[in-house]
């Protein structure tokens, strides 16, 4: 009796050590190296898949983010002296960005929910919980299914009347994007709060559904072990590598056109199979559920300040590309008014990023026949990347909101609003 006892608590101190080990980043660098080439670009992603000691933060027309460890400095320095590449340090070190991140954490309480500083996912479902408690007439709870690991992946509904057409939110599939969620939760209290009088329209005229975490387990992943996790938690068999890009696992020319890795130890591995990650196949069996009352599908990632339009896995246009077009360039008009002046730009990610396949607004807009839906990426443009301050999380709340207004808008104006159920 007492030597299992003993062995439980040896047990139990085995399993606190494994979960206090963070992952580290001291003196790794972010470098933006500017590229000339496709070839270049992608000889830099390519680099970017041994991830031991490279990720790729950001690759994009021209410019490319990786965050490289001390060791591998000299390659990469190596690689844009040979070609004459225009390297600068972005980040000088991950872990004081990290670091300081979590300063806030020790002065904000973490059940007054601020938007001071960023959240765990329990203090986050605290927050659902207390909305869905307050405003019981408007909202109710979307249970959108289970996570891998066995977490509840939670939605909200805002209503205020029959007959509105409705814009759906998913928001941190990627789990590191924290900003994502931080706003998701903010727009959910904006839309119940806020006094001003075209914030009540935008919220009273239309139904919203919003997932502030997709990606529960990652996202948790990110709070205890590893804040650069990007993907789901789900092991694949045969391999030693972790989980799958949920945002390359919806089924829409899944694995087409290299927008997307078959290989599982890739940041952009699609999966086994299509929908083959729970959370992905979760959400899109209640988007498609819902289909008809949903005019517009937003993706909610960090970080390029961009909006980004169907499609991804082709630089094919899409059929409404000149909407889709106005209705981006509304919210980026929108957001360069206020004082903060974010610049967005907007496009088509196969034309302004890079090809990405079976990512979710393709197929919100190819398989669901949502015509307006976009991946929009979030502050900022490098300096912080996906360690964006908290103090910045207020301030780009207020530009997502005018984006928003803006949006929906030029949306109605353009015919897009009109109910598609009887
Ligand atoms: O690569 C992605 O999944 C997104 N960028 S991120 O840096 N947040 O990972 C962009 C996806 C855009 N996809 C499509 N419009 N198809
Ligand atoms: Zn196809
Ligand atoms: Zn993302």
């Not at 696992?249 to 729970?278: R, V």
């Not at 990405?356 to 669901?368: F, I, K």
Request: glycine share 6%; charged share 20%; net charge negative.
């Amino acid at each position: 009796m007492k030597s299992q006892l003993l062995v439980v608590a040896i047990l139990a101190i085995l399993l606190a050590i494994v979960s206090a080990t963070k992952v580290r980043y001291d003196n790794y660098k972010v470098f933006k190296i500017r590229t000339k080439s496709l070839e270049q670009q992608k000889w830099i992603e390519n680099l970017a898949k041994e991830s031991k000691n490279f990720n790729l933060w950001h690759s994009g027309k021209g410019e490319v983010h990786i965050m490289v460890s001390p060791q591998k400095f000299i390659q990469v320095q190596n690689y844009t002296q040979t070609f004459n590449l225009p390297l600068e340090v972005m980040v000088s070190n991950v872990q004081s960005l990290i670091d300081s991140e979590q300063i806030s954490k020790a002065t904000d309480d973490v059940n007054a929910f601020g938007w001071t500083r960023y959240y765990p996912l329990s203090a986050i479902e605290a927050f659902l919980d207390d909305i869905l408690a307050k405003y019981p007439d408007v909202t109710s709870h979307i249970d959108i299914g289970t996570s891998y690991e066995g977490r509840k992946i939670r939605g909200i509904k805002i209503s205020y009347k029959e007959g509105n057409p409705g814009i759906f939110i998913e928001s941190n599939i990627h789990a590191r994007e924290w900003i994502t969620s931080a706003t998701a939760t903010w727009l959910i209290n904006e839309l119940l709060t806020s006094t001003d009088a075209n914030v009540r329209k935008l919220a009273e005229d239309h139904d919203w559904y919003i997932v502030p975490v997709l990606n529960v387990d990652g996202f948790a992943y990110t709070h205890t072990t590893d804040r650069m996790w990007r993907k789901t938690r789900q092991p694949v068999e045969g391999s030693r590598c972790i989980g799958a890009d949920p945002n390359r696992n919806y089924n829409s020319h899944w694995l087409e056109s290299n927008g997307a890795s078959s290989n599982p130890c890739d940041e952009t591995y699609g999966g086994a199979y299509p929908f083959s990650e729970s959370e992905v196949k979760a959400l899109a069996d209640y988007v498609a559920s819902i289909k008809n009352r949903i005019n517009i599908f937003l993706a909610f990632h960090s970080y390029s300040q961009v909006l980004l339009t169907p499609y991804g896995w082709t630089k094919e246009p899409p059929s409404n590309f000149d909407h889709l077009m106005a209705v981006a360039k509304a919210y980026s008009d929108a957001v360069l008014q206020l004082p903060y002046k974010t610049k967005y730009t907007y496009g088509a990610t196969a034309d302004v990023m890079y090809f990405a396949s079976g990512a979710a607004n393709d197929w919100a807009y190819s398989e669901q026949d949502i015509e307006l839906s976009y991946t929009i990426e979030f502050r900022d443009t490098g300096r912080y990347g996906f360690i964006l301050p908290p103090i910045q999380i207020l301030p780009h709340c207020e530009d997502t909101l005018a984006g928003l207004l803006a949006l929906v808008g030029k949306a109605d104006e353009l015919g897009y609003l009109k109910l598609k159920y009887a």
